[in-house]
Nanobody, 115 residues
Framework: QVQLVESGGGLVQAGGSLRLSCAVS????????MGWYRRAPGKQRELVAI???????NYADSVKGRFTISRDNAKDTVYLQMNSLKPENTAVYYC?????????WGQGTQVTVSS
């Protein structure tokens, strides 16, 4: 079992920055990769960024150059640094962990970007 707890969401003006955190606990050794997803109002959940155990990263085209995913193994935490935020980035952001055939999700944190 893996538990994920997100934090760091909030309200920010367009052009601003936020850093989301995902605290990981449980069977951390079993995790293969972690990621951030989001669900905007009226839309399906979509991938934002992922990071593998080896540190390889991948991003949605819409966030490349603005968002950065990273992990601090000493703190068992994964981050999503979001810069140059746009109103269309408004969504609930979810932390995700893949462990073999199992997929775990956090409860989500709301990010609202005002114009």
């Amino acid at each position: 079992q893996v538990q994920l707890v997100e934090s760091g969401g909030g309200l920010v003006q367009a052009g601003g920055s936020l850093r989301l955190s995902c605290a990981v606990s449980g069977s951390i050794f079993s995790i293969n990769s972690m990621g951030w997803y989001r669900r905007a109002p009226g839309k399906q959940r979509e991938l934002v960024a992922i990071i593998s155990n080896g540190g390889n990263t991948n991003y949605a085209d819409s966030v490349k150059g603005r968002f950065t995913i990273s992990r601090d193994n000493a703190k068992d935490t994964v981050y999503l640094q979001m810069n140059s935020l746009k109103p269309e980035n408004t969504a609930v952001y979810y932390c995700n962990a893949v462990s073999g055939i199992y997929i775990y999700w956090g409860q989500g944190t709301q990010v609202t970007v005002s114009s």
